[in-house]
């Protein structure tokens, strides 16, 4: 007995020197530094680096290509900066330029291996690839929606439903708007979907969507909705160790992602959600949009449901990749584009918005779906920006959408 309780002493001390480790051992190098001129330092401590690099999307781009099913897709790839050796074994590295006002990710690469800022808690997860993240805010400037103000905030809920489609629970995220919890009135609802590789948790995170609802909602300049944003790999039951599959690495090779089983599944999310939300529950209180993957998804939800969304946004749409022509699994949910396409503005929807950057891979495409829209007079919002298939942009068009919504 005596034994047991030294062992156990043992261990508690062990714990308690851990812990107190973890409160007051902390690194004491302070990165990232906004600085009072506007650029930033970062540092990186490895007295026994040999290089140390910095790799960011505030950093000049580099222009890369690679191929993919025979094509050759042009890209801009986050540049890169040397770190100097400080004393003490502390690298450092002072932008040369004042960084915009915006949202960033970067990471160090030590001796060639990439690592995450450990002196910055403020850390993404973009499908398996994890990145430190550093935010510039400025007061007009739209970076500052990003930003966490003295407002009302909404309240964010990790919710699961049952999927016939699927045939398992699958996992929903939910923003619903400052005071919704005291009052009795119904919402109007938007559906946000994320890129491939991503889930449920992406917008959340990387979008910066729930900071951008709450501020837009504050400031009287978008209407007060509930937001969903849905997992859409149909696949999965939820986010990356949020499901029952343990430690399985996140990828971008998931089956049934763009070949129809999302979108015949899609109506199960909004019955769901009508059921159990206070919602307008009409084509006029509902809206979609998504990103990249999302984006495809969206055009063909629509497309399929005409009576459903009176609101949709396509942000880098994936369309024109050549899923529509190898669909095996529900083809007939990209079948006669040009008879949906009329039966859906026939039926005289409030927006549909299209944006994309003047170099993303995908913007070809997107002008060609462009062109049958302009031939046959139907109407829509476009918005291009600089910059390529980025998150920067998609925050963009996020909050230029959102706005537009339920007027």
């Known amino acids: 007995m005596k034994k047991f309780i030294l062992i156990a002493f043992t261990l508690l001390l062990g714990t308690s020197a851990f812990a107190q480790q973890a409160l007051f051992g902390g690194p004491s190098v302070e990165s990232p530094v906004i600085n009072p001129d506007g650029t930033v330092t970062f540092r990186y401590q490895a007295p026994k680096a040999i290089k140390v690099q910095l790799t960011g999307d505030f950093l000049p781009t580099q222009h890369m290509e690679y191929e993919m099913n025979g094509q050759k897709i042009a890209f801009d790839s986050p540049g890169v900066a040397d770190l100097q050796e400080r004393p003490g074994g502390v690298w450092e590295y002072t932008t040369p330029f004042v960084v915009e006002p915006e949202m960033y990710t970067y990471t160090f690469r030590v001796d060639g291996n990439s690592v995450v800022d450990p002196n910055n808690m403020f850390v993404n997860r973009d499908v398996a690839s994890l990145t430190s993240v550093l935010l510039v805010p400025k007061a007009g400037a739209r970076s500052d929606l990003y930003a966490i103000h003295k407002v009302p905030h909404g309240t964010v809920s990790k919710v699961w439903y049952h999927s016939d489609k699927a045939g398992f629970d699958r996992r929903l995220t939910v923003y619903t708007p400052a005071g919704y919890e005291k009052s009795k009135a119904k919402y109007p609802v938007l559906f946000v979907l994320h890129g491939i590789g991503g889930d449920e948790d992406a917008w959340v995170t990387q979008g910066r969507a729930t900071q951008i609802l709450d501020n837009l909602i504050a400031r009287g300049q978008a209407k007060p909705m509930i937001v969903v944003f849905t997992n859409g790999n149909i696949s999965?039951?939820?986010?990356?160790?949020?499901?029952?599959?343990?430690?399985?690495?996140?990828?971008?090779?998931?089956?049934?992602?763009?070949?129809?089983?999302?979108?015949t599944a899609f109506p199960e999310i909004v019955k769901f959600i009508e059921s159990n939300y206070r919602t307008i529950g009409k084509k006029q209180g509902r809206a979609i949009c998504g990103l990249s993957m999302g984006g495809f998804h969206t055009l063909y939800i629509t497309l399929n449901n005409p009576d459903m969304f009176n609101y949709s946004g396509m942000f880098s749409a994936a369309i024109g990749t050549g899923s529509e022509q190898s669909a095996t699994g529900n083809p007939e949910i990209y079948k006669d584009m040009d008879g949906k396409l009329a039966t859906y503005f026939a039926k005289k929807p409030a927006l549909l918005w299209i944006g994309i950057g003047k170099t993303d891979f995908l913007i070809q495409s997107n002008n060609d779906f462009r062109k049958k829209l302009d031939a046959a007079g139907y109407p829509y919002k476009y918005m291009e920006t600089d910059g390529g298939h980025i998150w920067r942009n998609w925050r963009i068009y996020f909050s230029e959408f959102v706005p537009l919504l339920f007027k």
């Not at 999965?236 to 979108?263: I, K």
């Open 236 to 263: 999965e039951e939820a986010a990356p160790l949020e499901n029952s599959t343990g430690y399985t690495r996140p990828t971008m090779s998931l089956p049934q992602t763009m070949e129809g089983s999302f979108e």
